[in-house]
């Protein structure tokens, strides 16, 4: 009986510490994908944007199809912090009472956080939808992520990768999209560890203003 007694303890502690174990397991299983989540959010978001970047127009009227703009410390209208990036994407949701198109103006850019003991800022994606209103924009911010050090956008333009980007620029060469977008973000608290980094290929045709003229030949 006390031999009974002796292994079935012994198997208890045993079950104990597997249980305990694998309750750890799961928590930190937990953790790391409700760590990852906000991540893979954000990614997801600046790729199909990026993609669907609208080409923009030339001229000094753009409706619809506004500038492409790319750096530091760029100043959006309706956005009160400075912006890294600014396009016109074709990432709206359509709807039957929403006055607007599915082209939309989206910025990113980072904030101080509300909670000033968090390690970063908070990296917002900023809205603003209906673009032919006459009065100031209003713009949507969207919290999607937190506790970034900064931000990086980088342009492709078939040769270097430029660290500024503005097609609304007199002075610019840059009149078109990039060829291809490179986001770095380097997420505060761990300077050695590696940044999040995405390249978007951005596919579009530009229209000019060149005149395509053919010649005709009597009687051919």
Do not use: H
Request: glycine share 6%.
């Amino acid at each position: 009986m006390v031999l009974a007694i002796g292994i079935s303890a012994l198997v208890l502690l045993a079950i104990n510490a597997v249980l305990y174990s694998s309750l750890n397991l799961r928590q930190a299983t937990v953790e790391t994908v409700d760590a990852e989540s906000p991540v893979d959010s954000a990614v997801n978001f600046l790729k199909r944007d990026l993609q669907n970047c609208v080409t923009p127009t030339n001229g000094t009227t753009k409706v619809l199809s506004g500038g492409f703009r790319a750096g530091n410390g760029i100043t959006s209208v309706g956005v009160s912090e400075p912006v890294a990036i600014e396009m016109f994407t074709a990432t709206g949701t359509l709807a039957d009472k929403a006055p607007w198109s599915d082209i939309q103006r989206v910025t990113y850019e980072l904030k101080n956080p509300a909670d000033m003991s968090s390690r970063g800022k908070d990296l917002y994606r900023s809205v603003w939808r209906n673009l032919l209103t006459v009065s100031t924009p209003q713009v949507d911010d969207q919290l999607m992520l937190s506790g970034v050090d900064n931000i990086k956008f980088s342009c492709y333009d078939g040769a270097i990768w430029n660290d500024t980007w503005d097609t609304t620029s007199t002075v610019s060469v840059n009149t078109n999209l990039p060829l291809a977008v490179r986001v770095t973000i380097q997420m505060a608290g761990n300077a050695a560890a590696q940044p999040i980094q995405l390249v978007v290929p951005i596919d579009s045709i530009a229209r000019t203003n060149i005149v395509i003229t053919s010649a005709t030949t009597m009687g051919i």
